[in-house]
């Protein structure tokens, strides 16, 4: 609907703004109850969701728990995370991995049928599924869609923007959304996705880019993470800079080294001598 002549819809089914992965599933866990999706492009298409590549975090594997993950979550928040909203996210995450299999997702399995995951930056543990190598969010999209396309209580208006919907706050307390923040500064999302790499790029939909992430293959990762740990149990700081600055982590010091570890202990052992 064109923005400079507005529609007004009366409806009494539930009114799902937006048609991503969050919409989708929303729309099929309401089902048989009557919902009313807006999408403003052809299903499928103007979410990020078709274009989350990496894949979804959960504990699947027996070593792991949804304790871990939370643990791990909060640590690499460092102190953005709710920790209750952690516990809670990591504690459904199995469950919906397992419904969006039985929903169709056809998520990548090894030999054994167990589902391949990957380890990912700040995770102690492998536990990122994925689907096709890095088509996680196109063919979670993909399965959903046909999902909804068989279920008759989802109505689905597509080329529809909502507008006119009002913030809810102390000074408009009859607005519509109330938002709460989380912690997040406003576009954090944002700016890990796109901005954290240099080279972010367009892709064929005006208003979706991607980002252009360094990126070391789990083999050569697994090597240098041994050769860190080695260096640093024998406190080989210099071992640890120039390991650092060989890995394609963009890091160039700036300064020379300041080991406070090593002053401190250096500074012990004077004393000690006096
Ligand atoms: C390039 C990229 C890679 C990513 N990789 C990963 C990953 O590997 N793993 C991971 O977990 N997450 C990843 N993410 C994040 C993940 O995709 C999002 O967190 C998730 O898809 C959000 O789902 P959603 O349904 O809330 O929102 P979206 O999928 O963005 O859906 C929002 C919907 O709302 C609609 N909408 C907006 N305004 C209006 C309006 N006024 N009226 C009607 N509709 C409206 C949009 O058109 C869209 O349909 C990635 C994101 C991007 C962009």
């Keep these: 609907m064109p923005v400079n002549s507005p529609t007004v819809i009366a409806t009494d089914r539930v009114i799902i703004v937006g048609a ?21 492009e052809a299903l499928g298409q103007g979410a990020s969701s078709a274009w989350a590549q990496g894949g979804v975090a959960a504990a699947m594997d027996a070593a792991d728990s949804p304790e871990k993950h939370a643990a791990d979550t909060v640590g690499a928040g460092a102190g953005t995370v709710d920790a209750s909203v952690a516990a809670h996210v990591t504690s459904e995450a199995r469950r ?6 039985t929903l169709g997702t056809p998520f990548d399995r090894d030999a054994d049928g167990g589902y391949v995951l990957n380890r990912e930056a700040a995770h102690s543990l492998a536990r990122v599924v994925r689907v096709k190598g890095d088509q996680a969010g196109a063919e979670i999209m993909k399965a959903l869609i046909s999902e909804i396309a068989d279920t008759p209580s989802v109505q689905v208006l597509e080329g529809v923007l909502a507008s006119g919907l009002e913030v809810k706050d102390k000074w408009n307390p009859q607005g519509d959304i109330e938002l709460h923040y989380s912690g997040l500064r406003p576009g954090e999302k944002l700016y890990e996705e796109l901005l954290i790499g240099e080279g972010s790029y367009e892709t ?11 990126y070391l293959p789990w083999e050569d990762m697994i090597v240098l993470l041994d050769n860190l740990d080695a260096a640093s149990d024998s406190f080989d700081v210099k071992s640890i800079q120039e390991l650092l600055r060989n890995a394609p982590t963009g890091y160039v010091p700036t ?3 300041n080991d406070l570890f090593l002053k401190k202990t250096l500074a012990n052992n004077l004393r000690s001598l006096h």
């Design 20 to 40: 991503g992965l969050g919409a989708l599933y929303a729309a099929l866990k309401l089902a048989p109850r009557p919902v009313l999706m807006i999408s403003p």
């Design 96 to 101: 919906h991995i397992l419904d969006l299999t």
């Design 204 to 214: 064929d939909h005006e208003r979706i880019n991607k980002a252009n992430e360094i």
């Design 255 to 257: 300064s020379k080294l």
